[in-house]
């Protein structure tokens, strides 16, 4: 594999990672561990992913300076919220829709699930769009017209945050801005 690319690779990944918001310092570390491990095998992981953590932090903390006070992962944060108080279960990054289901399944009198995956954020991380899966209490997916379905995008919009249901999810434009401590 050619190294300059691993490198941008790598890179790539240490930015979505900690940009995130949602992994902390052992998870990033045990990701970019296993993916120097595997794609750079000659490289010393001890040394690189430090190195790699710090240039994501260092880089968001300097774009972080220029965000407004309320960012959209911000108003996102408070459109799920809001619907956990309505007895709607959200399982915020997780690593697959096997994952939301136990945890819809666990949930007493759910009205239905909102998730969204680790990648679903990567993916807004770098391209600015959000993928929201809404299921109803027995994991059928939601339809257009559905009550359900209508809530949630009135909600995200209320919150300014456009949103449309395309092909069994809701796609949620944001520009993925959330403050991190790691």
Known sequence: MDLLRVERELRGLARVLV???????AAVTAALTEA??????TADPAVLVPELIHEAVAALEADAAGWPDETGPDRLDAVLAEL??????VVRYTSDHHAARAVLESAAEPKGLVFFTDTDVWHAVDFGMLELKVWH???ANVAPGESLLDDILAL?????????FDEGRIEVTIDWQRRVRL
């Open 19 to 25: 940009r995130s918001g949602y992994a902390d310092r």
């Open 36 to 41: 120097v491990q595997e794609d750079a095998p």
């Open 84 to 89: 956990e108080s309505l007895g709607v279960v």
């Open 156 to 164: 995200l919009r209320e919150r300014d945050l456009p949103a449309a």
């Open 137 to 139: 209490p027995d994991t």
